[in-house]
């Protein structure tokens, strides 16, 4: 489906986007395949902590 791996544990695949040198970063973010977010419920919910999104924006920035 046009999907690259990234080798990075919360963005999985990238895809180039047509018509310019950008790409759509994509992952899955689930307590079952990232236990430690279990750690970070509030209220029933996940709330994915500050530094997983800097991580997350810091990896986008590299491709």
Same mark, same amino acid.
């Given at each position: 489906m046009g999907l690259e791996p990234t080798e990075h544990p919360l963005l999985? &695949? &990238? $895809?180039? *986007?047509?018509?310019?040198?950008?790409?759509? *970063? =994509?992952?899955? *973010?689930?307590?079952? =395949?990232?236990?430690?977010?279990?750690?970070?419920?509030? *209220?029933?919910? $996940?709330v994915v902590p500050g530094s997983a999104l800097v991580e997350m924006a810091l990896r986008a920035g590299e491709e």
């Open positions: 999985g &695949a &990238a $895809v180039p *986007l047509p018509e310019s040198d950008g790409f759509l *970063l =994509t992952g899955r *973010l689930s307590p079952r =395949t990232q236990p430690w977010l279990a750690d970070h419920m509030m *209220l029933g919910r $996940v």
